[in-house]
T-cell receptor, first 111, second 110 residues
Framework: QKEVEQNSGPLSVPEGAIASLNCTYSDRGSQSFFWYRQYSGKSPELIMSIYSNGDKEDGRFTAQLNKASQYVSLLIRDSQPSDSATYLCAAPRGGYQKVTFGIGTKLQVIP | DTAVSQTPKYLVTQMGNDKSIKCEQNLGHDTMYWYKQDSKKFLKIMFSYNNKELIINETVPNRFSPKSPDKAHLNLHINSLELGDSAVYFC?????????FGPGTRLTVL
């Protein structure tokens, strides 16, 4: 079982819809989780971090964490074509020094 | 100012050659990383240094040798390049819990 699993997609949503990106992890000891966005040909950039069970909102983005189910999700409301990118879920291990990334979900927002 | 910079951006070379990629960060972070992103876009950690000391060394062929002359620099030297080394290599530096990635170096081995 991979440490961090994501569906590689592509996930296609119409402009203005809610995009839902999902991630599961295997290490029950993981305490924090991150969502990175990577545009094609560019480097990953952090867009959300979440440490506690429940929801965390930042603008159009909401991260959701359920530690009992070992599940993390990212919701993007009012999706825009500029949100089209690959979204990488990540979890640190070993005192935050090592970060394991999922394979990433490619999101396509259709105008 | 670029926070994490890498040179070169593109590197095309023949099998068997030796090449280096340089990375510099001006963020004052103690921890730096090298990642490899292959054709399937999977981002895998290779090495991590904390204040010039190697702290993570994943299962990477010993043809890959990182060097950190100071905490702002982490270079990657690759000996005897193979076709399978073709990938994008990202350098990153880390604050408390955020990693800042460089622009990447696209290595193509012919």
């Amino acid at each position: 079982q991979k440490e961090v699993e994501q569906n590689s997609g592509p996930l296609s949503v119409p402009e203005g819809a809610i995009a839902s990106l999902n991630c599961t992890y295997s290490d029950r000891g993981s305490q924090s989780f991150f969502w990175y966005r990577q545009y094609s040909g560019k480097s990953p950039e952090l867009i959300m971090s979440i440490y506690s069970n429940g929801d965390k909102e930042d603008g159009r983005f909401t991260a959701q964490l359920n530690k009992a189910s070992q599940y993390v999700s990212l919701l993007i409301r009012d999706s825009q074509p500029s949100d089209s990118a690959t979204y990488l879920c990540a979890a640190p291990r070993g005192g935050y020094q090592k970060v394991t990334f999922g394979i990433g979900t490619k999101l396509q927002v259709i105008p | 100012d670029t926070a994490v910079s890498q040179t070169p951006k593109y590197l095309v070379t023949q099998m068997g050659n030796d090449k280096s990629i340089k990375c510099e960060q001006n963020l004052g972070h103690d921890t730096m990383y090298w990642y490899k992103q292959d054709s399937k876009k999977f981002l895998k950690i290779m090495f991590s240094y904390n204040n010039k000391e190697l702290i993570i060394n994943e299962t990477v062929p010993n043809r890959f040798s990182p060097k950190s002359p100071d905490k702002a620099h982490l270079n990657l030297h690759i000996n005897s390049l193979e076709l399978g080394d073709s990938a994008v290599y990202f350098c990153a530096s880390k604050s408390t819990d955020t990693q800042y990635f460089g622009p990447g170096t696209r290595l193509t081995v012919l």
